[in-house]
């Protein structure tokens, strides 16, 4: 079962435009991580956001996670062909019993960018 | 350095043969995790090991599903009698503090 859910599903933009990729959880998380994955590969570390209120950038992307560690948005600036490919949110739970380091993913948001 | 390596990286099976799938995780990595990721989908979590421990295997989906790490390093994960809903891709992936690096994955496809 997915425990986070990703929005868009999928998103189509032109080269040159920013976008937002958003990520929602019912229960409060630990840890929030975001990658990439490109079709054949394995998933590449992008950022993790641990605090409320946390951003982080590299290069022209910006992750946030909001003040209740449930929502976090993913955002490209001026996007160019190298960042399309998939893009996961994974988050690491606070509750007992729960594995430390297990993460649970959404489905991830398919991105094009043409040129 | 290295990091998170998997073979094979792609695997045909007949329905019903086993199969074995390797890890090789980053050097030092104590925390090694074995995910299962379906066409279209995020990953599932399928087993956790801490050094040769193996802490949790609750996401293995059937008695069918093994995975072993005994000396710490290497890990396998073992499909007995493969079946089609079994074909997906494996990723591995090891841990530092809080970060989860993955390995490229195994493509499995069970005919």
């Known amino acids: 079962s997915q425990e986070l859910e990703q929005s868009p599903q999928s998103l189509i933009v032109q080269e040159g435009k920013n976008l937002t990729i958003n990520c929602t959880s019912s229960?409060?998380?630990?840890?929030l991580y975001w990658y990439k994955q490109k079709y054949g590969e394995g998933l590449i570390f992008l950022m993790m956001?641990?605090?409320?209120?946390e951003e982080k950038s590299h290069e022209k992307i910006t992750a946030k996670l909001d003040e209740k560690k449930q929502q976090s948005s993913l955002h490209i600036t001026a996007s160019q062909p190298s960042h399309a490919g998939i893009y996961l949110c994974?988050?690491?739970?606070?509750?007992?019993?729960?594995?430390?380091?297990?993460?649970?993913f959404g489905r991830g948001t398919q991105l094009t960018v043409w040129p | 350095g290295a990091g998170v390596s998997q073979s094979p990286r792609y695997k045909v099976a007949k329905r019903g043969q086993d199969v074995a799938l390797r890890c090789d995780p980053i050097?030092?990595?104590?925390?090694l995790f074995w995910y299962q990721q379906a066409l279209g989908q995020g990953p599932e979590f399928l087993t956790y090991?801490?050094?040769?421990?193996?802490?949790?295997k609750s996401g293995l989906p059937s008695d069918r599903f093994f995975a072993e790490r005994p000396e710490g390093s290497v890990s396998t994960l073992k499909i007995q009698r493969t079946q089609q809903e079994d074909s997906a891709v494996y990723l591995c992936?090891?841990?530092?503090?809080?970060?989860?690096?993955f390995g490229p994955g195994t493509r499995l496809l069970v005919l």
């Open positions: 956001l641990q605090k409320g209120g």
């Open positions: 229960k409060t998380l630990y840890g």
């Open positions: 994974g988050a690491s739970r606070a509750d007992r019993g729960s594995t430390l380091g297990r993460l649970y």
């Open positions: 090991f801490q050094n040769e421990a193996q802490l949790d």
């Open positions: 050097s030092g990595h104590v925390s």
């Open positions: 992936a090891s841990r530092d503090q809080e970060t989860q690096y």
